[in-house]
């Protein structure tokens, strides 16, 4: 083919396309190794969707930075040829890459047909669109595919993960599928390092029990500060400067790239300082008034900037009840937790054990595991009394409570739990509820309530475990009938 000029301009050669999409697509050669890392247990809640062919629909793989996406594609492909599907019938594009700009996904597919003779109108196949973003309309093009080619499965991933559900939303019902990677659960975290032995099944006991408890929360406190990123747990360099890997490359990039316009933000410096000021307080309950009043914004702008953080993933918002497990008809005051929390490490410095802030950062990681979880959580709130977990039933009544520490104060002195025994005799119904603690495992009776204490660091394996394996208990029996 001859090159084009325009002006003093020189065209993309089609051969330097066709080239890109060779080498995106290794497997369709002899010598292909595949994928060189371990797949996140997460791997297994995605592939089936991928696989399921019953209904018509693309799949979009979202979430935060750095969470794995892209390696979970290298797992879905190398899966699904040792699944026996043809590696010719599989194709990848890096959507951001600039040699593809201005194709559709059209354009991009009749690449592919023509790069190795696959006729995708007729043959199914897997096609995979990563970084789809920065394709403009990219919803307007991949619900086209999923109408026009029933014999294409698509799967496109992310990381602009607020313009992703925002797209998706609008564009995408009843043709796309949503699947949010979330940072690493403990659970993973001890998988991928092959630490997962340091828990065991009781099935005397019928719950999960520590083989140590001390060397189990050494690894609980280190996934506090880098536990949420698979290439962080992996790398000692990152670890000994993640403020620099985690500001630069996920939460600078969130604030400043991710298309933050879509929510009609225009300062950005407005937006870091709220953010900041949000990771520092995590698990603290706030207010818009308490925010606006400190920073000189006004009410509606902390809103809308609020609501964009949460879209992005990087925070959770967390409404309160009342002592009778009433909600609130205004949402004054609220909790929010950071979906990762090292994200606060890495923004002010990594903690240790001691550390006056573990016991807000055991919380966030708490409500981090169950965020994966989906469905509203609350916190309780009074005049003189507060629960950290509150769960509510169909009928809006409480259904199950836990109490976060990081002690053991409480095991020896349970009469002390003064809120939470409180918030028991105003519900009634609970009949048993959860303390976390820094080492003791057991239960007691007080006045009439069954109180379970668990380690949090063994509550938070539990709550992972469970999750990727569709164990769904109640969060207060989260350790018991997995």
């Known amino acids: 083919m001859n090159l084009v000029i325009v002006g003093t301009m020189q065209s993309i050669l089609h051969t330097d396309v066709m080239k890109r999409v060779h080498e995106e697509s290794p497997w369709w050669t002899d010598g292909w190794s595949g994928a060189a890392t371990q797949a996140r247990p997460y791997f297994n809640l995605f592939f089936p969707l991928v696989v399921d062919r019953s209904v018509r629909r693309a799949i979009v793989l979202m979430g935060p930075r750095r969470v ?23 194709c990848y594009f890096s959507v951001d890459h600039p040699i593809y700009g201005g194709l559709s996904l059209e354009k991009l597919l009749d690449c592919y047909a023509e790069a190795n003779g696959v006729d995708y109108k007729t043959r199914e196949i897997y096609v995979f669109f990563d970084e789809i973003q920065y394709l403009r309309k990219w919803e307007v093009h991949l619900k086209t595919l999923v109408d026009m080619y029933p014999t294409v499965k698509a799967v496109a991933s992310g990381s602009a993960a607020a313009a992703l559900r925002l797209k998706s939303d609008e564009s995408g019902a009843g043709r796309f599928s949503d699947f949010l990677l979330p940072p690493l659960t403990f659970y993973e ?9 340091q828990v065991v099944w009781s099935a005397e006991e019928n719950a999960f029990q520590a083989v140590d408890i001390q060397s189990l929360n050494g690894h609980f406190v280190h996934y506090l500060n880098f536990g949420g990123y698979p290439e962080v747990i992996f790398s000692p360099q990152i670890q000994s400067d993640p403020g620099r890997f985690i500001r630069s490359d996920i939460i600078e990039k969130v604030l400043l790239c991710d298309l933050p316009s879509l929510y009609g933000i225009g300062d950005i410096q407005e937006l870091n300082y709220l953010f900041t000021t949000l990771a520092f307080n995590t698990a603290n309950e706030v207010s818009l008034g308490e925010l606006s009043q400190n920073s000189g914004v006004a009410k509606n702008t902390i809103k809308k900037y609020i609501e964009y953080l949460e879209a992005a993933f990087l925070i959770k918002v967390v409404h309160r009840v009342d002592r009778s497990a009433k909600r609130f008809e205004r949402a004054n005051f609220f909790k929010v937790y950071l979906t990762n929390p090292s994200m606060r490490a890495a923004l002010f410095s990594p903690v240790g054990q001691e550390d006056a802030s573990v016991p807000y950062l055991t919380e966030t990681t ?23 977990l509150v769960g509510l039933d169909p009928r809006q009544k409480a259904a199950w409570a836990v109490e976060v520490k990081w002690s053991d104060r409480y095991y020896d002195s349970p009469h002390e739990l003064k809120s939470l025994l409180a918030f028991c005799e105003a519900n009634p119904s609970l009949g048993e509820v959860t303390v976390t603690s820094r080492t003791k495992t057991g239960t007691t ?28 208990p109640e969060p207060s029996r989260m350790n018991v009938g997995a």
């Open 68 to 90: 794995g996406k892209t390696v979970m594609l290298g797992h879905t492909i190398q899966a699904l040829i040792a699944s026996g599907v043809d590696p010719r019938c599989i």
């Open 189 to 197: 975290y001890l998988k991928l390092l092959g630490k997962a032995d």
């Open 366 to 388: 708490i409500f981090s595991q169950w965020f994966h979880r989906g469905g509203p959580l609350h916190y309780a709130r009074w005049k003189d009394g507060e629960v950290d």
């Open 445 to 472: 009776q007080v006045q009439g309530n069954r109180i379970r204490f668990e380690p949090a660091s063994l509550y938070c394996f539990a709550s992972g475990y469970n999750l990727i394996n569709g164990y769904l």
